[in-house]
């Protein structure tokens, strides 16, 4: 594992998996068991169930009207903290977009709490299954972006721009 947020994504791709009742292989369910005993932590708030860790980057989120900027406080396997001056209203659903050592991940979320008075941000509890690109290229700054493909079966002529 690169990072917490690979960490994170892996273990919020299994759980995601578990939701949707698509059955996990054997090392998939040792590897969900290994990462949630991991992002438990040693926790000394017993109400709750992950630690949170201070993690402080910039992040990217979805709003009604476009796009909103933030900055994490600190993260856990469940959710996200982030300080920003644009908070969502309590129940509203967002997309997180982290950029981590040349690989974007993209994290659904609901709101869970949200404060626009002194110190604004928005508590985000993960909703779906998240996602990730790759970024190419030496400069991390290049829009050079790596995606999936699905191709066809063949049967069909395929024409290139």
Same mark, same amino acid.
């Given at each position: 594992?690169?990072?917490?947020?690979?960490?994170?994504?892996?273990?919020?791709?299994?759980?995601?998996?578990?939701?949707?009742?698509?059955?996990?292989?054997?090392?998939e369910?040792v590897?969900?068991?290994?990462?949630?005993?991991?992002?438990?932590?040693?926790?000394?708030?017993?109400?709750?169930?992950?630690?949170?860790? %201070?993690?402080?980057?910039? !992040?990217?989120?979805? &709003? #009604?009207?476009?796009?909103? +900027?933030?900055?994490?406080?600190?993260? /856990? =396997?469940?959710?996200?903290?982030?300080?920003?001056?644009?908070?969502?209203?309590?129940?509203?659903?967002?997309?997180?977009?982290?950029?981590?050592?040349?690989?974007?991940?993209?994290?659904?979320?609901?709101?869970?709490?949200?404060?626009?008075?002194?110190? %604004?941000?928005?508590?985000? !509890?993960?909703?779906? &299954? #998240?996602s990730?690109?790759? +970024?190419?290229?030496?400069?991390?700054? /290049? =829009?050079?972006?790596?995606?999936?493909?699905?191709?066809?079966?063949?049967?069909?002529?395929?024409?290139?721009?």
């Amino acid at each position: 594992m690169r990072n917490l947020f690979e960490m994170i994504y892996e273990y919020q791709h299994l759980r995601g998996k578990e939701r949707l009742e698509v059955p996990l292989e054997d090392a998939e369910r040792v590897k969900l068991y290994g990462l949630a005993q991991l992002l438990r932590g040693e926790i000394q708030d017993r109400q709750r169930e992950m630690v949170r860790i %201070p993690y402080p980057t910039g !992040v990217q989120y979805t &709003m #009604p009207d476009g796009f909103g +900027v933030g900055a994490v406080k600190n993260i /856990s =396997g469940h959710g996200i903290a982030v300080s920003s001056r644009q908070p969502l209203l309590v129940g509203e659903r967002t997309v997180i977009r982290v950029d981590e050592s040349a690989i974007e991940y993209f994290f659904p979320c609901r709101v869970c709490w949200s404060r626009t008075s002194h110190n %604004p941000g928005m508590g985000l !509890v993960f909703d779906g &299954m #998240p996602s990730q690109a790759f +970024v190419f290229g030496d400069d991390e700054g /290049s =829009g050079v972006r790596w995606r999936s493909l699905r191709l066809s079966d063949g049967k069909a002529p395929t024409r290139v721009a």
